[in-house]
């Protein structure tokens, strides 16, 4: 039985709860008055001149600010501008996109349309221009119909629907669906390598008197965070026996799997990256010098590397408790003060720990907050927490692989504004043809791409890793 203490504090937290979903929900709805708003000056559900206006086509055309449906092609749904278009919108735009990319595969894989061309010149790299790609079965009855239902006229070829240029249109669509990659600031690289200037040292104001001309102190000084983007790629070898009838479904499938594997492969790397040569799991050093975790330093290498200045805490093979998640975020210091900035990243046996503590909400108390923590299931003191397939739960108790003990885990706090991902060239989706005599094709995803922070230090720790936790 609760203590009257404990019904008094948990009366207070169930008000305090309340009053923030109540905040909530009347920001939505300003934001859904506003939105309104924007539409009516947009010409309302009219809009467009087909007849059309009140279709879910021609609102995705109104919401993105586009006039043609070919121009969606080069949208980023994930952009920030963007954040407030609804979701149903969003796939309508990612499903118009896939229906592009399947029917120009097929073009080319059956009907002669040129090839995409690989080039290891970034500038030179284009995807294959392909005028029948109306011309298949699946252009006429899939591709041809979703252009129709933007009021657009239909014509003879289909040229006009893939980008000639350097394309963007292999992002967005992917973006949608990160998880922990999502929850850090994207930082597009206009070269490779890139440096992104940041301050460091700053100061505080002294106290001057009126007419002072010497002064006396030291100015903030600068610094910066060079970006080395690295090419990740996937592919996929499509059978002798595909046909034209069945390639549409498998293509659908091959593609969402080469996409995927960037997803997984930036994930794994984010968790579990270390690229100084000789990698923290045994396992992983022992691999091939190509597998991802070996691109970049991801959070738990960081967190480790500084463990001298406080920024890992051994949790004693024990489960995890509100005490030592407390005492992992205290490590922080100024870094772990606020909510919105930090993110909690576990494994799902860790995970499922953390549902017992009795401070941590779970998706359906938190009501209409649960949109501001897209991709977690939960929080702890308003921490959103994500649950990632690829942090390890096969470690030692040191934090690491060592293939000996392997049944222990462990936990990260980030703070996400504190470190960035770089990306010099996003997802994009090709066919080619494979080895030469091999009568295969090949569908491939490339990626350049780049994790880095602020270098960890005695005075920056914004990123603490608790291990030796029991599974």
């Known amino acids: 039985m609760l203590t009257k203490a404990e019904l008094d504090k948990l009366i207070t937290n ?19 008055e506003e939105k309104a708003a924007l539409l009516a000056t947009r010409g309302g559900s009219g809009g467009g001149g087909h007849g059309m206006g009140g279709s879910d086509e021609m609102r995705a055309l109104r919401y993105f600010g586009k006039s043609h ?35 120009r595969f097929t073009a080319q894989l059956f009907h002669g349309d040129p090839l995409d061309f690989v080039s290891k010149d970034e500038k030179s790299d284009r995807l294959g221009k392909c005028g029948r790609i109306l011309e298949t079965d699946y252009g006429k009855h899939i591709l041809a119909p979703a ?61 001057a008197t009126e007419g002072q001309t010497n002064f006396t102190g030291a100015n903030f000084s600068t610094d910066k965070i060079r970006f080395s983007a690295t090419k990740l790629e996937e592919f996929y070898p499509l059978p002798e026996e595909l046909t034209e009838d069945s390639a549409p479904d498998f293509l659908g499938a091959a593609r969402g799997e080469v996409v995927k594997a960037q997803e997984r492969a930036a994930e794994s790397a984010i ?36 463990s001298a200045n406080g920024s890992t805490y051994d949790l004693g093979n024990a489960v995890i408790d509100k005490l030592k998640l407390s005492t992992l975020l205290s490590r922080m ?41 897209k991709g977690a299931l939960m929080a702890w003191a308003g921490i959103p927490i994500v649950n990632s397939e690829f942090f390890r739960e096969d ?35 090709k066919l080619m043809p494979d080895l030469p005599g091999s009568d295969r094709w090949l569908l491939a995803s490339y990626r350049r791409v780049d994790f880095k922070g602020h270098v960890q230090g005695a005075v920056e720790k914004s990123v603490v890793y608790g291990y030796n936790g029991a599974k």
């Not at 657009?152 to 292999?170: Q, R």
């Open 271 to 306: 968790i579990n990256g270390d690229s100084d040569g000789s990698h923290q799991d045994s396992d992983t050093q022992a691999a091939g010098a190509d597998v991802c975790e070996k691109v970049w330093d991801g959070l738990r290498k960081l967190a480790l590397a500084n």
């Open 395 to 429: 470690l030692n108790a040191s934090g690491v692989y060592d293939g000996t003990t392997v049944d222990r885990t462990g936990i990260v706090i980030a703070n996400t504004k504190r470190f960035y991902v770089g990306q010099r060239r996003p997802i994009r989706v």
């Open 147 to 207: 252009i129709k239902a933007f009021g657009s006229t239909v014509v003879g070829a289909g040229s006009e629907w893939v980008p000639t240029g350097v394309s963007t249109t292999f992002l967005e669509e992917y973006e949608l669906k990160r998880v922990l990659e999502g929850r850090f600031d994207l930082v597009n690289m206009p070269t490779n390598p890139f440096d992104q200037p940041k301050l460091k040292n700053v100061t505080k104001a002294r106290k």
């Open 14 to 32: 169930q008000k305090s709860l309340q009053s923030r979903v109540e905040a909530a929900e009347a920001k939505a709805k300003l934001a859904e």
């Open 333 to 373: 210091g100024k870094f772990g003060s606020n909510p919105d900035e930090l993110m909690i990243v576990a494994g799902p046996v860790m995970y499922n720990q953390l549902r017992n503590i009795t401070e941590v909400f779970t998706v359906e108390k938190f009501g209409p907050m649960a949109v501001v923590l």
């Open 69 to 103: 449906p070919a121009e969606l092609l080069n949208v980023n749904v994930a952009a920030k501008q963007f954040k407030g278009v609804p979701d149903e919108l969003k796939h309508l735009v990612l499903n118009f996109k896939q229906a592009i990319d399947i029917a």
